[in-house]
């Protein structure tokens, strides 16, 4: 028993220093304003070029199901299916409404739940999953087109192009539910999934009767350690079988609740919102629509409207480093857009994120009220 606990302690220290190093590494650094205005002018080259995608709203399954065509070698212009037949609601489309479109094709969709990433790697096909616009909002309520190659994991999000992203950045978000857009048919589909899972089940059972063996037959004197062993073991399995079974929702989810949510944003205050705005050493966003940021906005400001998603907003912060310094303000005090897209940049890993208290109206009104002072 003794060893069991040794063995427990070493794993917590090596936990923690996983967890303490990257800290230490990517400790947060003073910002200047020329590094700043660097990265500035670098993101509005980006924005210039098209990283920064349209949002497609309750158009993204519309998006997404003709990308998936297109990835399967079929021109599709998604403006035909604009209409109520395909997006019945102002939430979007359903997934009833993504097959019917499908069906007017010579391809197959398959909707299936539970998925995991060994399914979507077996598959091969493009997948339109079903996703949160962020890892903290409380709804699925997105549709984007994934697909994974030799190459990587690949999403599709409204017109944007291919982003190539992690697969526990992908996961955090993924409901689990997803339509495979494929030229074989359904029953196929339904056999390379349960191959797939077959395969790891066989491994995992492999691995289970080879440690229930090398205890066996070291530690035949010490029967309660043995019964130990294997019990560690079909809870290793156990685990396995969650993910690969019960879909990505697992992971993040016991993840959260044993280490605690996501990191949040803090709240800039009046004085600090008009000091950031002079000196410019902080990344300023204005999240408000672009027709009211071509109204006018504060200096230096750049425009990520709210309505971006999240994988577009993770393309076009690619080159951004984590600690960078942002500050996000919208229309008013009262307007939540600030906070909105401010969780986006928090749940992307930027870690100093703040949320000005006072809107771009309470801006205007103060430098009003300041020069009528000076008259």
């Known amino acids: 028993m003794s060893n069991i606990v040794l063995f427990a302690r070493t794993a917590f220290a090596v936990v923690c220093t996983i967890v303490t190093i990257p800290a230490t590494i990517l400790a947060t650094e003073v910002y200047t304003i020329t590094d700043v205005n660097a990265i500035r002018q670098q993101l509005a080259q980006r924005i210039e070029d098209g990283h920064l ?7 993204c399954g519309v998006y997404a199901t003709c990308r998936a065509l297109s990835l399967m070698q079929i021109s599709v212009d998604p403006g035909k299916y604009f209409s109520p037949r395909y997006i ?3 939430a979007g489309s359903t997934a009833s409404e993504l097959l019917e479109i499908l069906n007017n094709f010579p391809v197959t969709g398959v909707p299936l739940n539970n998925l995991s990433k060994i399914d979507i790697m077996a598959l091969g096909y493009p997948v339109i999953a079903n996703v949160k616009q962020h890892a903290a909002a409380d709804s699925y309520d997105h549709w984007i087109t994934v697909v994974y190659t030799d190459r990587g994991l690949f999403a599709y999000d409204g017109s944007g192009e291919a982003v190539e992203i992690a697969w526990d950045e992908f996961l955090r978000t993924w409901s689990g539910y997803g339509i495979v857009v494929t030229r074989d048919s359904q029953a ?13 089940m066989a491994l995992c059972l492999a691995i289970v009767f080879g440690v229930w063996r090398i205890f066996h037959a070291k530690v035949t004197k010490e029967p309660t350690t ?3 062993a294997l019990a560690v073991a079909v809870l290793s399995l156990s685990l396995v079988i969650n993910i690969a079974f019960l879909g990505p929702r697992f992971v993040p989810e016991w ?5 605690g949510e996501l990191p949040q944003t803090r709240e800039a ?12 050493q902080r990344l300023i966003i204005d999240a408000r629509h672009a027709s009211s940021f071509r109204m006018g906005s504060v200096a ?6 709210v309505s971006v998603s999240r994988l577009n907003l993770f393309n076009l912060m690619a080159p951004v480093p984590f600690d960078c310094p942002i ?3 919208c229309q008013s005090e009262s307007c939540g857009f600030d906070e909105v897209l401010g969780a986006k940049f928090v749940d992307l890993g930027y870690k100093d994120v703040a949320v000005s208290r006072m809107g771009y109206r309470e801006y205007v009104a103060e430098r009003f009220d300041k020069n009528k002072k000076l008259q």
């Open 327 to 329: 500050l996000v303000f």
């Open 226 to 228: 043995s019964v130990v």
């Open 269 to 280: 205050s009046k004085n600090e919102f008009l000091e950031t705005v002079q000196t410019g």
């Open 255 to 259: 993840t959260n609740r044993h280490f």
């Open 300 to 305: 230096n400001a750049m425009n990520i409207p």
């Open 188 to 200: 196929m589909v339904l056999v390379m999934v349960w191959l797939s899972r077959a395969a790891l």
């Open 88 to 90: 019945g609601n102002s």
């Open 53 to 59: 995608a349209v949002s497609s709203g309750p158009t």
